[in-house]
């Protein structure tokens, strides 16, 4: 038998602005390589940036600090340069002292034996408008010129797909073996039932279920969906195609949604 391997706690810091989210620990570390090198280009190379998000993440900095961090000299790309303001040189050394006193936090909880159950409630604590939220793992990226498909693995061995853009699978770190939430909007899942001629629809994601309930509405049902090894889905159909489709419980169905219409989040 195959031991489990041990659990890993891991966290990070964001800093915020009123509501925003505008700093993370490449952001701080971004701003520490433009003091070395003096250079946006050499900077956004040594932490993994594409120069044109270096310099969105400058802007965005710079935008909600409430004092320019970063300043920029004459001569564009090729030339001039930019440096640092004593406010961000300020802001590097406070985050570096937060971010040892985290650590030392996150190994003192680590040492609890906690892991396993401070990895659970960050996943329920997770707040989102969209009604389907499902664990999976990535399985699979297939690169394009702007977007990328992004195959999800699911605890019960189904696939999800996924349609992004490349920037969001670099922003996301994704690859194999990475734990991610998909989220899905019940509106945006439709249901199908196989005929005797088959199913055939454009969708990319059709996972097999069966009704487990079905809410009704005034205008709309609410169709929740067991699906085939495990999990589950919700989709909010008009009244007519839910009594169209005959749904009731125990029948078997598909959900059916678009890859475009999966978002993808990471529990950093």
Known sequence: MSTLPDF???GSIWLRSGSQQWGNAQRIALLAQ?????SITAAAKAVGMSY?????????????AGTPL???????????GTRLTGRARQLIATFNRLQAEHQRFMQHLASQGLTGDLDLMQRLMLKTSARNRLLGEVSEIHTGAVNDDVRLSLPGGQIVRATITRDSTQELGLKPGREVIALIKASAVMVARQEADGLRLSADNQIAGRVAQRRAGAVN??????????????????RDSAERLAL????????????????LGVMD
């Open 248 to 263: 009731a419980e125990g029948g078997e169905v598909y959900a059916v949604f678009d890859a475009s219409s999966v978002i």
């Open 70 to 80: 970063v300043e920029r000299n004459a001569g564009g790309k090729g030339g001039g």
């Open 8 to 10: 890993e706690l891991e």
């Open 52 to 64: 044109k998000g270096a310099w969105d993440a400058i802007d965005t900095m710079n935008n909600l």
């Open 34 to 38: 433009i003091e070395a090198c003096g």
């Open 221 to 238: 049902d609410e169709i929740v969906i067991d699906l085939d090894g495990g999990g589950t889905l919700v989709a909010i159909i008009t």
